[in-house]
């Protein structure tokens, strides 16, 4: 399983990425295990979701099930979604409460909310006949558990046990970034939305590692001047490159020769109902701040809508993108209807989102089939560095350079 | 004898002819990508929302579509025709199991079963959207119209992305 795929890396670097990368198999299985399975942290909940004992979340770890749930002291546990005995996956309903205990439904082994295993029907037989061995120690049959740090109401896991500490997993730059949107306030969930995207995960991460496309493909977010290629803004990265963020903030805007570039440009275009895009200025500096964090979140904060993205892998050929909105409890009604509003923009329906998924599908259904080619990401050089404006797939490189590394690729 | 009062003093069988008969003709605008008829409707002051059923059943307020007046829609259809980026596609709409709850005010609360089917050129057509409709129904200008209209579905990951209304 996860074999070295035989297919060599193509000359130049990251600044060409194999198109076997987005379907092989093999490559899929390598991920799994190395990327998901391996030393990094995994975002699984906002403690929102689960604020009371017995309060659980079923998400999924790359395709891997688990259970984030916080027991009787408040405690934080992220378990695999498997039961110890005969691998049921037990828990089946996306958020719910617990109670005092977990039990398979197979055949009612039952575990306390750390993951001990608690008790095992006819353990000791039935009128003598049977039973589990006398040395059978529950003591080693408990669920399968996961590192797990949380920081400021955000909750990661590990199945390493040897993962480095969250804060310099994220890095200085992405540990500021992260803390301007979780600065310790309590978090309101606002809502869920699922895609199902007929396309490998890592095309989700570079369409957001990527400004160069924001500018050209999102007619939208061009037209009204939420994101341009002409107003200021930067690519950053952590110091490994697996960690990215494009952020931007509003300046001076007009038609220029740089935007006369962008075709899509339409400054006639304006909304019938302008509440949708009424932000106030809320945070520090930027305006738009998209963090991607190694390996499965995006964090968004488009003026006033906040979001985690979250990736869940599907085989090679696909991934859910499972998007939490939320808030700050301290928001007023106001704020809150702000942020719902501006929420149209995001999403399997989002004026700007939905480009994306269609995007990607079409980039998976001509990757594919071309495996033997490669895609050129040059644009802002072949290299990767922090640079002070958008026209730069650098992110991406980066990303890569550090994809190599862990996939030995 | 107006619209409205002619309305409430239908039979419930009469009423339901012309309910059948309006929601076929939405689905129909819909299904014939006769998007600019589609705004025509609602009231201008209307609520229309596609939520997950998930989100609806909790109480959570995020809808996957959340447009507040008539003119939203219009802004919608804009984007459809002008700015969004998307596969060809055909979407067909099923509206069965139409209930009548009865008046509240001026409005008739209407219940009903859709089913959304979506057609991508080199994919078989499959189930795009399943859930329910509820919805608030007033008459203005002598005809049926929505004041609101929620489509809150049960089919919780939507295959890539929902680009028409349901």
Known sequence: MGERPTAQWPEGGVSRIPYWAYSDPGVYAREQERIFGGRSWSYVALEAEIPNAGDYKRTFIGDKPVVVVRDAEGGLNVVENRCAHRGVQFCQKHLGNAGGEFMCPYHQWTYDLKGNLIGVPFRRGVKQQGGMPPDFDPANHGLSKLKVEARHGVVFASFAKDVEPLESFMGETMLALFDRIFDGRKLEVLGYSRQLIPANWKLMFENIKDPYHASLLHVFLVSFGLFRADQPSKVVMDSTGRHGALVSWKGEQQKTTDTADMKSLKDDFKLNDPTMLQPVREFPEYTVVMTTLWPNLIIQQQSNTLAMRQLVTRGPTSFELAWTFFGYETDDDEMRLRRLRQANLMGPSGFVSADDSEIMKFSQEGVQPYPEAAGVMEMGGRDWQDEPHMVTEAAIRSFYDYYRKVMDL | ?166
């Open chain 2, 1 to 166: 004898m107006s619209a409205a009062e002619r309305y409430l003093n239908m039979s419930a069988g009469e009423l339901r002819l012309e309910l059948e008969a309006f929601y076929a003709d939405y689905a129909a605008a819909l299904d014939e990508e006769r998007f600019e008829d589609w705004p025509g409707f609602f009231v201008a002051d209307c609520t229309y929302k596609i939520i997950p059923r998930e989100n609806f059943e909790r109480g959570l307020p995020l809808a996957t579509w959340f447009s507040e007046s008539r003119n939203n829609l219009h802004d919608r259809v804009v984007a459809i025709r002008k700015t969004m980026v998307y596969a060809p596609r055909y979407v067909r709409r099923m509206v069965t199991g139409i209930r009548i709850l009865g008046w509240e005010g001026d409005a008739l609360q209407v219940r009903a079963n859709y089913l959304a089917l979506e057609t991508l050129t080199d994919e078989l057509t499959r189930v795009f959207n399943t859930g329910q409709y509820r919805d608030r129904i007033v008459v203005e200008g002598g005809r049926l119209k929505f004041r609101e209209k929620l489509c809150v579905f049960d089919s919780l990951l939507v295959p890539n992305s929902l680009i028409f209304p349901l």
